[in-house]
T-cell receptor
Framework: GAVVSQHPSWVICKSGTSVKIECRSL??????MFWYRQFPKQSLMLMAT?????????EQGVEKDKFLINHASLTLSTLTVTSAHPEDSSFYIC????????????FGDGTRLSIL | QKEVEQNSGPLSVPEGAIASLNCTYS??????FFWYRQYSGKSPELIMF????GDKEDGRFTAQLNKASQYVSLLIRDSQPSDSATYLC???????????FGSGTRLSIRP
């Protein structure tokens, strides 16, 4: 149980393109989803927390207009990187958690984004 | 002081031995504690979670929690080369909805 599907796995695109990443909880309802970014050999960095039906809460230093998060249902959250530039190239990982807040977060497989 | 602290390693352990990974946390009111394993280039994978003081065993893994000392550990018995990875300790604080991750300990099992 507790499967989180993230799509796509890899994206390579030109600078200035907007990229959408989907995160789905397949066998449970995810009231809260989290988006992380990880640069090579560095720690996970939380970008934002989203609750179904409400606006995402962004961490300090994360541009909300650049990283658009939508959590429209209990099983789907999307992250859109708008007008991506090479410095946005990174490994983006979503995680989802069920209703009870003391439950573990389960991670998707991640999306490797490369901006040329 | 970081909220969740781990020794970055690398921790090198011979195959078949016990690997001991440690983590301390600053929020005394924390209630939920998690261990994740992350292979290079992959996303984290949940190994164990523990909520109560004491030991919790699952196969070759044992999580140990001591809330008085604000300390949580992960023991891996009969270490295998496939256990070589970065191990992330994560703690849910008393008031926050998110869990806080440590920076991880890199474990290397040498044959």
């Amino acid at each position: 149980g507790a499967v989180v599907s993230q799509h796509p796995s890899w994206v390579i695109c030109k600078s200035g393109t907007s990229v959408k990443i989907e995160c789905r909880s397949l066998d449970f309802q995810a009231t809260t989803m989290f988006w992380y970014r990880q640069f090579p050999k560095q720690s996970l960095m939380l970008m934002a927390t989203s609750n179904e039906g409400s606006k995402a809460t962004y961490e300090q230093g994360v541009e909300k207009d650049k990283f658009l998060i939508n959590h429209a249902s209990l099983t789907l959250s999307t992250l859109t990187v708008t007008s991506a530039h090479p410095e946005d190239s990174s490994f983006y990982i979503c995680s989802a958690r069920a209703l009870e807040s003391n439950q573990p977060q389960h991670f998707g497989d991640g999306t490797r984004l490369s901006i040329l | 002081q970081k909220e969740v602290e781990q020794n970055s390693g690398p921790l090198s352990v011979p195959e078949g031995a016990i690997a001991s990974l440690n983590c301390t946390y600053s929020d005394r009111g924390s209630q939920s504690f998690f261990w994740y394993r992350q292979y290079s280039g992959k996303s984290p994978e949940l190994i164990m979670f523990i909520y109560s003081n004491g030991d919790k065993e699952d196969g070759r893994f044992t999580a140990q929690l001591n809330k008085a000392s604000q300390y949580v550990s992960l023991l891996i018995r009969d270490s295998q080369p496939s256990d070589s990875a970065t191990y992330l300790c994560a703690v849910k604080g008393s008031s926050a909805s998110k869990i806080i991750f440590g920076s991880g300990t890199r474990l290397s099992i040498r044959p």
